[in-house]
């Protein structure tokens, strides 16, 4: 049998790095940072396509079935004899894939930062932080147990959270890192009290154990139900809900958009191919569990597809560039779960499942290159806005190709990587639910359309004035643009049905034309529409807009979700939570005990004069006492 | 010699050797040496516990000395360490180490200041490794007296209010305990034969019901008011925030502990009957604790209450888990005495050396410090992710370890409160990163700001041995787990026992 202990390298490398730059790196130059940085993250890149490579065409596969290894495992702390946290490095298709596309785009970031962030001030900072950020999201996907990657996503929460942070002297930013902090640790607690419930029914948190068919959580469930659903059901919608939260998927995504304050290369590695896919990852480690509950995975396709159909509408209606692109996201992720809540298992029936993981790889590519390239266009004009830009394929010439590669992967156009994936998709809902595959139809035409806006008002569109004029990225920049576009245009070509499937063994696919040639149609019509509207300045955006003036409102102000937050953070829990207790521990817990010493002071206070002094008074009192006792002892003494 | 004598030795030839010092900063250099040594002193007695338990020595207390004190009441000199005596050891030096360092500054009579602190600790060390009930209320009035003196003299605010405040509420608490001590000996022997303060002789013998009922909540609220069971809390917020930076260091790093300590060491360990019949009622005071202080925090202004009732909510969470007698929740409640016990010292150091350079410490007031001052602003966001149970840390070690054990119980009940407490994770993100973003973050808003200067060496030192602390746990728990688990042992099986 192969070692694959080796793989541990691949996530330490950058914990390492993380600590160089962290303690040493402010005594050498910035661009030292840059290069320890990049080059650390190279070597664990190559590490990751040697596993990659081994693992799927050499050693992983026994009898046609890919095999979950478990490459390194080592005890970190136990509870009790059953329940412990290990921490290793499960090797098994989706894992090997995380690594790939975690890794190759965190190089791109990388290199692409020695030339985005040239000058900035937190040079330093910011690799240390990418460093971190790398370590904890490799560590998340080779998780062997549930805890493990609990700790790993609570990692990658701090490191979103600082980076989005990065310019930290800009209030908004700081605003922002704090929501995306507060809203992923509000969804974690549902992560985390679904893991509570697995450990209490099935008493292990082992991912191999948990997904056995034969195992504690699937064989031999739990009997015990809750208002009305078993328990199971309720761990893995918890738990799903913590998927939900860091996969920015509706209702927890507000704070996706606004964490679009952080560096764009962040905004590319973070916000849109890694982080923000780790729910979609989750759901897909737990899948066999989630086969045995079907509420739960119902509502996983329901999310997922009212996400994907909710934050398309919205992109549609935003100017900043970086905020277009979130919703996208946002969107493709909810195609993600929807097509991971329609999948069955095993073979044909698990199309879905391979079609979400296969989505999640191209997305990455084109995604991370989309954002790159925002990178590159504010680069050159200083602005996030579209209406800013116009007319830029003249000066951007490398971004232009790129973007638009990306554009025409996204939208579906064969033979782009996204085509394939996202006809798969289409597929696995239409054979499972002709609604879910209605909205997400319609999404891809959306999809195609806010896109194409975007590229035609960016590099088509009316001519601006610039200050000076907007010249191309530097190659540290373009170069992981152009890699990046090579794996948008020929991603799709990778048979995933034969590498990453439910039951991990191989099954054939054919393109079903009943659903690509519509899906096609409708993505050549929403570029077609956004041509006609944006490749020169029209009034019919203005007119739409109008004639829809409520809904387009509603849209443009995203729904009016981060107004409801604003109103449940600073209305409910500050003011009407918050501020009654402080001032009733102030006044009735506090003020009882000072109460107590009141009295008792009043009291000293009374007492205190019978100790006066005088003789006369101590007289009185003795006679009196006397008398009255002796009267007591005569009268009263029977 | 029993090598715990040196804990209180060394404590007080450095008072005496304080005595012997010209100016400050002999003072200081006499007190940094002596507790120098006691930190690693406490570190050499830590592995050598641990090599004799890897040796295999499974006494139930290791390096115990035994002396008759007073014949006519049995009372002795009984002192010997388990593996939680020993983890509490190894906290209190970190934080005298820490605290001596952050009050390098003092100048305003820092002989009787430096004198009354390791006093104070010497009484701390003494009552964790006390064996003996007289012994420890002994060693436990040792280090509660100092802290009006030190408060009452060196603090700031209304600090005549706020030192007698605490000392009185610390002194009922105290009286709870005297009658709750002297029960426990009046039943020592209910077989006859000579009455004991012994903790080991009395874990032995059948305590009757009836008196368990009785001494329980006098003895658990005793040391809860220390521990800062809700609703006998208050003298925490005033307090900590009247008393000097290395006085808040120790009270909220190592005081507060010795009430956790008690209630596991003589109220449960001791009357587990009694603990059984009436933990429902304490479950419920300490979950509300739990979430009141972290909910309280988030509208406070003054650094030092924001700090004040995060301490509540953590406290809270140890007693919580104390009363969950089971072995996971009883070793995370260790865990998180000890983490706690670093952390809040590492933010009590960090206020003080804010408040030194900004002269405030409302958060309003205050803006984009990270920029001038990134040292210790790093320290904070630091100290700020380890108070909100960020994993590489040791809080989220002791809360992971609580929350699962708590939920292992049977009980519905148990569950259903761990769940409710397990929810205050997401209050205390929200007050531990207002105060970052409002006080760190952002622009100066102060020119007086722009000339503020980075940390000295001796306050990194401080901080960064706390934090140090709090990363070497978060990053490799297991072994101290593994050793509080072990010490946990006898308590445990009599808990267990109690059960049927």
């Known amino acids: ?638 | 010699m029993n090598i715990l004598f040196l804990l209180i030795i060394i404590p007080v030839l450095t008072i005496i050797g304080i005595l012997f010092t010209g100016d400050n900063k002999q003072v200081r250099v006499v007190s940094a040496i002596g507790m120098t040594f006691q930190l690693i002193l406490s570190a050499i007695i830590i592995l050598w516990f641990l090599a004799e338990r890897n040796a295999g020595n499974t006494a139930e207390i290791l390096f115990a000395s035994n002396y008759v004190w007073y014949e006519t009441l049995n009372i002795h000199f009984f002192i010997g360490v388990d593996g939680v005596s020993v983890a509490m050891i190894g906290l209190t030096s970190i934080v005298i180490f820490a605290g001596i360092f952050a009050s390098w500054d003092m100048d305003d009579l820092p002989r009787e200041f430096f004198i009354s602190l390791i006093l104070l600790s010497a009484g701390v060390f003494g009552f964790f490794i006390s064996l003996d009930l007289f012994t420890m209320f002994l060693f436990y009035e040792i280090a509660v007296i100092p802290m009006y003196l030190l408060i009452g003299i060196w603090g700031s605010g209304p600090r005549h209010y706020s030192a007698m405040k605490l000392t009185l509420m610390l002194m009922g608490g105290s009286a709870l305990i005297l009658v709750g001590l002297l029960g426990l000996y009046f039943n020592s022997a209910p077989d006859g034969g000579p009455l004991t303060f012994d903790i080991l002789e009395i874990s032995r013998v059948q305590i009757p019901m009836n008196a368990q009922l009785f001494f329980f909540p006098l003895l658990f609220v005793g040391f809860g008011v220390l521990g800062a069971l809700f609703p006998f809390h208050t003298w925490s917020p005033d307090g900590h925030a009247s008393a000097p930076t290395a006085v808040s260091m120790l009270h909220a790093g190592v005081l507060m502990k010795l009430g956790g300590y008690g209630c596991y060491r003589v109220a449960v360990f001791l009357l587990p009957e009694g603990a059984h019949e009436l933990a429902w009622i304490f479950i419920i005071l300490t979950a509300i604790g739990v979430i009141y202080g972290a909910l309280g925090a988030i509208w406070q202004k003054d650094l030092k209450y924001i700090n004040a009732y995060s301490s509540v909510s953590h406290c809270a969470l140890v007693l919580f888990a104390i009363l969950m007698f089971n072995e996971t929740a009883m070793t995370g409640a260790i865990m998180q005495m000890i983490s706690h016990g670093i952390m809040t010292a590492l933010f009590f150091a960090l206020i003080g050396m804010i408040y030194g350079r900004t002269h405030t410490r409302y958060v309003n007031e205050m803006s984009g410090l990270m920029k001038v001052m990134p040292f210790l602003a790093v320290a904070y966001v630091v100290g700020g992710l380890a108070s909100l149970g960020l994993p590489g840390f040791s809080g989220f070690v002791a809360e992971m370890t609580i929350f699962v054990g708590a939920f292992q119980h049977p009980d519905i009940f148990h569950r259903v409160v761990t769940l409710i407490a397990a929810s205050s994770i997401v209050a205390t993100a929200v007050y531990i990163l207002r105060v970052v973003g409002m006080m760190l973050f952002g622009k100066i808003n102060n020119p007086d700001y722009e000339l503020i200067t980075d940390a000295k060496w001796y306050e990194r030192l401080s901080t960064g041995t706390l934090i140090f602390g709090i990363t070497a746990i978060g990053i490799a728990p297991l072994w101290l787990s593994n050793m509080i688990t072990a010490g946990l042992g006898p308590v445990i099986h009599k808990l267990l026992l109690s059960m049927n």
Request: hydrophobic residues 55%.
């Open chain 1, 1 to 638: 049998m192969f070692d694959f202990s080796y793989t541990v390298w691949i996530v330490l490398i950058p914990f390492f790095v993380f600590l160089l730059i962290g303690f040493l790196g402010h005594k050498f130059k910035p661009v030292v940072s840059g290069i320890v940085g990049s080059a650390g993250l190279f070597t664990s890149w190559i590490l990751s396509i040697f596993t990659a490579y081994k693992y799927f065409f050499d050693v992983g596969k026994i009898d046609g079935v890919y095999q979950q290894i478990i490459g390194y495992n080592t005890l970190w702390l136990r509870f009790t004899d059953t329940l412990h946290i290990d921490m290793g490095v499960l090797i098994d298709p989706i894992s090997v894939m995380m690594l790939i596309v975690v890794t190759t785009v965190s190089l791109m970031a990388h290199i692409y930062s020695t030339g985005y962030l040239k000058g900035e001030k937190g040079f330093m900072r910011f690799y240390a932080f990418l460093s971190l950020f790398t370590f904890s999201m490799l560590g998340l996907v080779v998780a062997t147990n549930i805890f493990q990657m609990y700790i790993f996503w609570e990692l990658v929460g701090v490191s979103s959270y600082l980076l989005i942070g990065f310019y930290y002297e800009k209030p908004s930013a700081v605003a922002a890192s704090k929501k995306a902090f507060i809203v992923t640790r509000f969804a974690d607690l549902g992560f985390l009290i679904g893991i509570l419930l697995l450990s209490y029914y099935t008493g292990t948190f082992n991912f191999l154990e948990l997904t056995s068919p034969t195992g504690p959580a699937i064989g031999t469930p739990p009997a015990a139900t809750f208002m009305g659903m078993s328990v199971m059901t309720w761990a893995m919608i918890l738990i799903f809900m913590g998927g939900a939260g860091k996969s920015a998927m509706f209702p927890l995504h507000i704070w996706l958009p606004d964490a679009m304050e952080g560096p764009t290369p962040v905004s590319a590695l973070i916000h849109a191919a890694t982080m923000v896919v780790a729910g979609v990852f989750l759901v897909a480690r737990l899948f066999p569990i989630y086969i045995s509950v079907p509420i739960a995975l119902q509502l996983v396709a329901w999310v997922g597809a009212f996400s994907s159909l909710f934050a398309a509408v919205i992109a549609c209606t935003q100017h900043d560039i970086k905020r277009v692109l979130a919703y996208s996201t946002m969107s493709q992720i909810g195609y993600m779960m929807c097509a991971l809540g329609v999948s069955g298992m095993g073979g044909h029936e698990g199309l879905g499942y391979m079609a979400s993981m296969f989505h999640l790889f191209t997305h990455a590519f084109f995604k991370a290159l989309l954002f790159l390239c925002a990178g590159a266009i504010i680069h050159a004009v200083h602005s996030n806005y579209m209406y800013d830009m116009g007319g830029l394929k003249k000066y951007l010439p490398i971004t232009h190709i790129t973007f638009l590669i990306a554009c025409l992967a996204i939208a579906g156009i064969p033979p782009f990587a996204g085509f394939f994936s996202k006809d798969e998709i289409l597929v696995a809902a239409y054979h499972h639910d002709t609604a879910l595959f209605v909205i997400e139809y319609i999404v891809a035409g959306l999809t195609a359309f806010y896109m194409f806006r975007l590229y035609f008002g960016i590099f088509w569109g009316k001519k601006q004035d610039y200050h000076h004029t907007p010249h191309e990225a530097p190659l540290s920049m373009t170069l992981p643009l152009i890699f990046l576009a090579f794996g948008a245009m020929f991603a799709g070509f990778i048979p995933f049905s034969h590498l990453v499937t439910s039951d991990r063994a191989l099954f054939e696919i054919h393109t079903e034309w009943i659903v690509a040639i519509p899906s096609i149609v409708i993505a050549i019509i929403g570029i077609g529409v956004a041509y006609v509207m944006y490749l020169k300045p029209t009034e019919i955006p203005k007119k739409i807009a109008h004639s829809l003036s409520g809904f387009y409102t509603a849209a443009y102000n995203k729904f009016y979700i981060d107004q409801l937050y604003l109103f449940i953070t600073h209305k409910i829990i500050f003011n009407n939570i918050s501020r009654p207790i402080a001032w009733f521990d102030r006044h009735i817990v506090d003020g009882s005990m000072n109460g107590i010493s009141f009295v008792t002071n009043q009291a000293s206070d009374k007492i205190k004069g019978f100790q006066s002094g005088q003789l006369q008074q101590y007289a009185i009192v003795f006679v009196s006492g006397v008398i009255l006792l002796s009267l007591v002892f005569i009268y009263l003494w029977t």
